[in-house]
């Protein structure tokens, strides 16, 4: 049983692994597999990265956020692409530069993302 086959649930408890290149990015049916694993997160750039957005209750929560999403990502020695526009509107693209496409590193951090509190601006 490889990674891919086993339950999606679990992709938070996994660790990234070091990615060099010289392996194949995962394939759309792989990435789709994995996508309702991390609720929030699509697929973008022609299925080559995995992205998600937020508004942020104010512009040091947005702050805040990165600062968590930053230690974990050096953590798991996985960085993301940051976007804060407008002072509050936030959004994260997780691909694996190595490969230039999506592994299961970007699921798995993704994942831990998710698990991180964030206040949102409510309507």
Not at 29 to 45: C, K, M, Q, V, Y
Not at 86 to 114: C, M, P, Q
Request: with cysteine.
């Amino acid at each position: 049983m490889n990674d891919l086959d086993k339950p999606a649930i679990d992709l938070a408890s996994r660790s990234c692994r070091a990615c060099e290149g010289g392996v194949p990015p995962m394939t759309l049916d792989e990435s789709r597999a994995l996508l309702p694993a991390i609720p929030g997160w699509s697929l973008g750039d022609n299925n080559k990265l995995i992205r998600r957005s937020w508004k942020a209750k104010n512009f040091m929560t947005a702050v805040e956020f990165f600062n968590h999403v930053a230690a974990i990502a050096e953590h798991e020695g996985h960085h993301p692409d940051l976007h804060l526009v407008g002072y509050r509107d936030v959004t994260i693209e997780l691909w694996t530069h190595a490969i230039g496409g999506l592994s299961e590193n970007d699921f798995i951090l993704a994942a831990k993302i998710n698990q991180i509190p964030f206040a949102v601006k409510h309507a």
